[in-house]
């Protein structure tokens, strides 16, 4: 068997959620020492981020990269997410789109995966709406995000039904088929 691969990632939430939705799959989590990079192309974000954590780690591994693309805003944050929701919180998203009728966003789930010889990625997106308040218990964008056919955000759905339906679960779930497929083509 080989060795796990490495999760680029310093974030507990990402870890835990990985770990359930990637097993039997096997990692190891480590962080980068260098600056992530930044920007509003979420692909390019992740290939950078890919390239970067490859260059220094030199194992096998696979970056996460989700943003909320909200349409009032020309589909910011987008990317920028991450820096974006650190300068302003949940309150000042919402304060943001106060005046703003059309509360529609998209959640994209990018991983990039690299082997060491070639760059893979797995995508997931999911429709939703901003929410007037937050509900539930994270202190992240998807206590305001409330997916499309469902009347409670992300983060007030039970964990394994918010597995299910975010787009992190289902990009996973195409990681996950793609390991299974390259572990059987070892043998």
Not at 142 to 150: D, K, L
């Amino acid at each position: 068997m080989s060795k796990p691969m490495r999760f680029v990632t310093s974030n507990p939430q990402k870890i835990s959620e990985y770990e359930q939705l990637l097993a039997p799959h096997q990692f190891i989590p480590v962080r980068l020492n260098v600056r992530q990079p930044q920007g509003d192309n979420q692909r390019e974000v992740v290939r950078c981020k890919l390239l970067l954590a490859y260059t220094e780690k030199r194992a096998r591994l696979f970056v996460d990269h989700t943003g909320i693309s909200v349409v009032a805003w020309n589909g910011l944050p987008g990317g920028m997410t991450r820096e974006i929701w650190g300068q302003l919180g949940i309150a000042g998203f919402l304060r943001l789109l106060q005046c703003d009728v059309n509360r529609q966003a998209t959640v994209r789930t990018i991983i990039g995966y690299c082997d060491g010889r070639q760059i893979y990625t797995f995508e997931a997106e999911l429709e939703g709406v901003i929410a007037a308040e937050p509900d539930g218990l994270a202190n992240t964008w998807e206590s305001i995000f409330i997916p499309a056919g469902y009347d409670r955000t992300l983060a007030a759905l039970p964990l394994e039904e918010k597995l299910q339906i975010s787009t992190r679960g289902q990009a996973a779930q195409k990681f996950k088929e793609f390991l299974s497929q390259q572990a059987v083509r070892i043998w």
